[in-house]
Structure formats: structure tokens, C-alpha cells
């Protein structure tokens, strides 16, 4: 009969490398416990590399620096997927995804209707912060991050600079999805975002 680690070594390596694991991705293979203690064998042979806690993967390799890890970013997509809550990058975060920032933050704040934690992914950290279903209601990619980045910065702190780069790239985001986002933000931010959108008609 085949062990459990044996089986859950099977099904990580029909997966491709890079894919974020959950013990929960094993539930058919074992019980709680036994899972657990296969994946830490597994880590311990360096089959996986735990990325945090309860979140394992096999590393993508790399000719040049050998194993790479996912990035916080991957990983907080990856918990949002398993978790099946909706999350909106926020701060920092938000202004660094558009390009406002070159600073890479070291805490990545995501808006979420999942529960409120802390995640620590190497030296960063990803906070899940709890907030209320109209701070989610954005369905544009660009123009949830682009209330979220703008509400960062502040009201009439935006450069012109700022605002070129927020229009730009606005203009690419979906038109029925960018009139839906327009009517959720404050109203300095309808404007620049009326903006793109007066562009686009234009």
C-alpha cells in the first residue's frame, strides 16, 4: 500500500513547479495529521520549501540563481484563491502595482471580506485586513487600484506627473467596468477618472 507521503509526493510533482500548496490540496491522500507530518518529511528531504506557515511549493529553478520562491505577491493571490475571498491592494502596495512607486513595500496591505491576519513570506509580510463589501465593489483590475493608490496619496497632494500616469493607464481598463468603479470613488477621484474616460470617447 502506498504511504501518504508517497502519494502527496506524487500529486506535488504532477504539478508544475511554481504552484503554491496547501495541506488542504491533499485531503483525499490522508488525514490532517498525516498529511502535516508528510509535507514537513517532504520539506526536510527539500522535496518543497515551506514559504509560510501551512503554505509549501516546489520552487520554480532558475540557470542563474538557482531556486526561486514565489513572491508575496503570488502568494497573497494564492490565499485569496483558496480562500475564496475577494481582496483589493491598498497603500504602498496599490501605488507600486501602477507604478507611482519604485519602492517595493515590505508589508503588502490587501482589503478583504475574509478574515483580518498577517502572512510572513520571508522578510515581507502580507496583511489581510477586514473592511466593508463597498471598498470591494471595484471590478476594473486598473481602477480599483488606481482609488485605492489615489486615496494614498491624498487629495490634492496628486502631481501632474501622477495624473498623466493614472489617466495612461486607465484608458486601458474595460469602459463598462471603468463607469461601474467611477460611481464608488470619492468625488476628487470621480474627476481625474472621468478623465480617462472622456479620453477614450474623445
Known sequence: MQSVEFKIE?????????????????????????????????KEKKVIRQVAHGIYVRPKISELIGELMPTAEEVA???????????????????????????????????????SRIVKVGKRSIKFKKTTPKNLLAKGQISRLVIQALKE??????????????????MQENQKALKHDIDLAPVWIQKIMKKALQNVES
Request: cysteine-free; charged content about 30%; proline content about 4%.
Open 77 to 115: 493571490i494564492g490565499i485569496s484563491k483558496r480562500d475564496r475571498i475577494r481582496t483589493v491592494p491598498t497603500g504602498a502596495y496599490a501605488l507600486n502595482a501602477l507604478g507611482l512607486s519604485t519602492q517595493v513595500p515590505m508589508k503588502i496591505v490587501l482589503l478583504t471580506d475574509g478574515s
Open 10 to 42: 506524487l500529486a506535488i510533482k504532477s504539478k508544475p513547479r511554481g504552484f503554491l500548496l496547501f495541506p488542504e490540496d491533499f485531503s483525499d491522500k490522508g488525514s490532517a495529521e498525516s498529511i502535516r507530518k508528510a509535507l514537513q518529511s517532504l
Open 153 to 170: 496619496i491624498g487629495n490634492g497632494k496628486v502631481t501632474k506627473e501622477e495624473e498623466k500616469k493614472i489617466i495612461e493607464q486607465l
